[in-house]
Each structure stands twice: as C-alpha cells, then as structure tokens.
C-alpha cells in the first residue's frame, strides 16, 4: 500500500458494500397459510425489531384460491444485523412460508 494512501476501516468497508442507508423505511413481504393469527404473529414480530412499527401500514394480499395470504410489512431498517435478524426470526416462525 503506498504511504499517502489512508487505510479503510473495516467497518466504513462494510457500509460502501451495503445498498441501504440506514436508518430508511423498508418493505419485507412475508407469505404464509391464511390461518387465525397469521397476521397478529406478524406484526408481533415486526414490532419486536421496530418499536415504532405501525400495524396501520401493513398490506395484505390473499392468493387467488385464497388458502394463502401475503403480508407486507415496512419497518424502520437501523442495521443489516437488524434486519438479517428479522428476516431470520420471520423464515424460522411456523405459519410463514416465505419472506421476500
């Protein structure tokens, strides 16, 4: 490395990486069994990650046999470990079958 050049922290490396500017406002659609709270479990868990979570925002698709229902959640994205989490806690719950 020549001597001028100032070294990159890790961390400013990680953020150049990243699309997302945080803290920004962003959409994760989650899909699962239409079933009794389905949509409760959802929005629990978006408020675990996102204190300000408001349930009002929440769009909800059904499928067209209607056994199936999407939920689009928007929650206030503060780091990519927040939301890696938060996808995680989403994908792992029982009644979702996928987040997008």
């Not at 922290?9 to 659609?29: H, M, N, Q, V």
């Not at 349930?55 to 689009?72: D, F, I, N, P, Q």
């Amino acid at each position: 490395m020549p001597e001028n050049t100032p070294a990159t922290p890790p961390d400013a490396e990680a953020r150049k990486d990243s699309l997302i500017e945080y803290p920004s406002l962003f959409p994760i659609k989650v899909m699962g069994l239409k079933a009794d709270g389905y949509v409760q479990a959802i929005t629990h868990i978006a408020h675990q990650f996102d204190p300000a979570f408001d349930a009002s925002t929440l769009e909800l698709r059904e499928s067209k046999g209607g056994k199936y229902l999407g939920v689009t959640i928007t929650v206030t994205a503060t780091s990519r470990e927040q939301l890696d989490e938060l996808y995680r806690t989403l994908s792992t719950h029982p009644m979702v079958k996928v987040v997008l």
